[in-house]
């Protein structure tokens, strides 16, 4: 399949609503030659990063917008646009290619008026950009729900933050503390010809100057390092770990702060992975074998524990909790596309229905840790505060460390260039046992 085909089929999937470019990719990355993947990527995931951006400036070159039925036509036109404004691909060449898929679309007159615009997009496109460069929406490339939500939450630095959803992110590492430790391995970085700089908040991460495929990376294989982002590694340190606990790892997967946790401290009497996705699991399980690692999985939703829960308290709980993903759009570009206003809300209450759920399987005096990696305070300081309010046996605790903006409760991290993405964190300690009998089961939503 012609790259540029690929990617716009794996977009307009997106577009009407049906997947994520996590899911719609692979299926067509498998029909595309091994060569042509890369671009095929690129270009989806460009357009889909500068989506708001090219979709107004197709607007202001279409007489009218495209029907539901035509996505596959939309999707065709901003993987052209996006070839014409953000790659080095020669103009004549990203028209004349994208214009030719339209034959493998059965619609005749998409030739034509794709032909067209994109010809005219050429010619007169940076022009009628920087016409269009007062709505900010255009101008930062953000959903204007999301932008007006950005700015309203962080009036000094919803700019910064949408500059850093719109650039490719850094490749970070985590040293498996329990092989070797940061500089013994940024040595060996350094020895393979990798330039690499130790992250300021974890202690066992690595930022490379530039990103490369895992198995360059010396000891990959035998579980020297993981993959993982500087934010999400701060909750191994968070949790302080202690020899004997057993811990509950709620909404684990693909894994990464499981091994982390289980890295952190070899001693733990037991580490509970819990995932509602059975299928999400065998990620965590591939990660757990390379580093040989152990935990126990379980696949069920973490509100309901008269399923999942045998009753033995936990002494630490990290609940990363689901949530809008908008601390991380740079490394999914498509949640600009997929996330509305009208999801947040639920979003917080299904945190909060997490919370509860969770509660009573804290060990008193025990810590949970509360993380997501959105950077919109209705699921962050908002659920935090709206729990303590309705837990009289639930207290804050302080964070320690130097990162992120301290909040009335919590402490949020934003997206930076160059270094780590959005991230949230509140800790909370049980001071005493609920009153009552605790309740299990799904809740009503």
Known sequence: MNPRLAAA???????????SLGSSLPDVLAKVEARD???????AFGAARWQPRLAGLAAS????PFKAADRDVEALLLIGLYQLFYTRIPPHAAIGETVGCVDKLKKPWAKGLLNAVLRRAQREGEALLAELEHDPVIRVAHPRWLQKSLKAHWPEHWEAICAANNVHPPMMLRVNRRQLDRDAYLDELRAAGIEAFACPFSEDGIRLAAPCDVQQLPGFAEGRVSVQDEAAQLAASLLELKPGQRVLDACC???GKTCHILEHEPDLAEVVALDLEPKRLQRVQENLERLRLEATLTAADARDTARWWDGKPFQRILLDAPCSATGVIRRHPDIKLARQAEDIAPLATLQGEMLDALWPTLEVGGVL?????SVLPTENREVIEAFLARIPGARELDLAGDFGLKQHHGRQLLPQEGGHDGFYYAKLIKVAAESGTAKTGVPKT
């Open 61 to 64: 070159l279409l007489q009218k």
């Open 9 to 19: 089929r794996a977009l307009a999937t997106v577009l009407a609503g049906k997947a």
């Open 253 to 255: 997967a693909p894994g």
């Open 369 to 373: 840790l509360y993380a997501t990696c």
């Open 37 to 43: 993947r890369g671009l095929t990527q690129e270009l």
